[in-house]
T-cell receptor, first 113, second 115 residues
């Protein structure tokens, strides 16, 4: 079945450095790629998303890139801060046909002060 | 605007019992989906409801069931609990649901422990 692979599972960076999380999806019909941040004791919350007709999207310190040919998409966080510490999930979804909203297994990001 | 509300937040059950979890979506959202979250497995899709109809179901045994009411509130039920059912169960609502599912709005989850 379809799946989304996410790497790395844990990531530690120094405050101010950049962090990159990568995902690979298998369902070629996927055309919507959101990223969610889950803080301790909370539900996941959307931080950025990208659709298949766009190759890159940026929102302040976070950006997402998409390579549809390779079925890869990545989250980039620059100038990391301690409050960026959380678990990040990528997902791939279709916006037509059968509901397929598939999440990666998550990346625990630790920003060291 | 109130967010997604899940009750109860924490519960402990023993093997063989059953459990019912409740989810109230954001006002105006008609789609409710449920996910099971366990360490290392990420979020596994259980099912999605739209206008009281289950439209999609994940790969979980028949012990897992759900329903949606006319006010869009949803419940999920797990019967004959097993130790492996211990998890955080997350409910998410969205405005339109499948096929045009965009952002999901998650509740804080119900943490189930099976002893």
């Amino acid at each position: 079945g379809e799946n989304v692979e996410q790497h790395p599972s844990t990531l530690s960076v120094q405050e101010g450095d950049s962090a990159v999380i990568k995902c690979t999806y298998s369902d070629s019909a996927s055309n919507y790629f959101p990223w969610y941040k889950q803080e301790l004791g909370k539900g996941p919350q959307l931080i950025i998303d990208i659709r298949s007709n766009v190759g890159e999207k940026k929102d302040q310190r976070i950006a997402v890139t998409l390579n549809k040919t390779a079925k890869h998409f990545s989250l980039h966080i620059t100038e990391t801060q301690p409050e960026d510490s959380a678990v990040y999930f990528c997902a791939a979804s279709r916006t037509s046909g059968t509901y397929k909203y598939i999440f990666g297994t998550g990346t625990r990001l630790k920003v060291l002060a | 605007k109130a967010g997604v509300t899940q009750t109860p937040r924490y519960l402990i059950k023993t093997r063989g019992q059953q459990v019912t979890l409740s989810c109230s979506p954001i006002s105006g959202h008609r789609s409710v989906s449920w996910y099971q979250q366990t360490p290392g497995q990420g979020l596994q899709f259980l099912f999605e409801y739209f206008s009281e109809t289950q439209r999609n179901k994940g790969n979980f045994p028949g012990r897992f069931s759900g329903r949606q009411f006319s006010n869009s509130r949803s419940e999920m039920n797990v019967s004959t609990l097993e130790l492996g059912d211990s998890a955080l169960y997350l409910c998410a609502s969205s405005l339109m649901g499948a096929p045009d599912t965009g952002e999901l709005f998650f509740g804080e989850g119900s943490r189930l422990t099976v002893l």
